[in-house]
């Protein structure tokens, strides 16, 4: 992994109307294809701008699922939102990811509107979060910067690529999403679940690739803090179908959940 004074100062900037992705945005499949996470983060951020009309209560997304129409270069890309279904609790945003003129990702987001409401403690259910675990040393290894880059980790259980099976660490930006940006709670998010299956593969990396076409992503609350904590379990099947099934910490407790629906194939 890079040195900070290696890095970009972002994982995108913005030129006018186009996201133009530094080398923080590469994927681990492709030299020349974008992780997941940061078009994922990018949907993210175009929907919580995407501006309701007047008079509407106040909202938070709850849930996004990103499909990944195919696979995202590392190129400029736009973003375009539109509101599927209007409506003072319920909200349907769709925002679309564009690449040389081509759509490469879809999102479609629910907004509820947010209501003060009066129960118990006991009605929420075990909020405990993972120990904090250790950070990851900083490598240098011979393969160019990426997505792993943009992230610091701190592991809780599992060895990320070095070991298999379900996993548990800390995530946290390293630098912003959009250069010039604080990264939003739901941003933060977005950019950590996406590692779902890469920290609880149960397959080798080394002969097997685990691509997901999708990212959903529930929040029963907004994350608090920098760092987002993920503990993962994947469930293969010999027909070469899996999902990775993750729940969501922030510093205070359980925040939700994610699943990506994944691809199994032999390198």
């Known amino acids: 992994m890079a040195s900070p004074s290696e890095l970009p100062d972002a994982v995108f900037h913005l030129d006018g109307d186009r996201f133009v992705p530094t080398e923080l945005a590469r994927g681990p499949w492709s030299p020349d294809a974008q992780h997941g996470g940061p078009p994922a983060a990018l949907l993210g ?26 696979s995202v270069p590392l ?124 920290i609880s593969s149960p397959l080798g990396w080394e002969r097997y690739s685990f691509i997901n076409p999708d990212l959903t992503v529930a929040l029963h609350r907004p994350a608090q803090g920098e760092w987002i904590g993920l503990d993962a379990t994947t469930w293969p099947d010999h027909d070469g179908i899996a999902v990775a099934d993750t729940a969501l910490f922030d510093e205070r407790g359980r925040i939700g959940r994610s699943i990506q629906t994944l691809l199994l194939d032999k390198r």
């Open 75 to 198: 190129a400029p890309l736009t973003v375009g939102t539109r509101v599927l279904r209007p409506g003072k609790k319920v909200q349907l945003v769709e925002a679309v990811v564009e690449a040389r003129g081509v759509e490469v990702v879809r999102a479609v987001a629910l907004r509820l509107r947010e209501s003060h409401l009066d129960f118990a403690d006991d009605a929420l259910g075990s909020d405990e979060r993972p120990p904090e675990g250790g950070p990851v040393p900083r490598v240098r290894r011979d393969y160019p910067i990426s997505s792993a880059d943009a992230v610091d980790f701190r592991v809780v259980r599992g060895g990320l690529l070095e070991q298999v099976g379900p996993g548990t660490c800390w995530i946290r930006l390293r630098v912003p999403l959009v250069a010039g940006e604080q990264p939003s709670p739901l941003q933060r998010v977005l950019a950590a679940a996406d590692f779902g299956n890469g």
């Open 45 to 70: 951020r175009a929907i919580e701008r995407l501006s309701l009309p007047a008079g509407s209560p106040p909202s938070r997304v709850a849930r996004v699922t990103v499909e990944l129409l195919r």
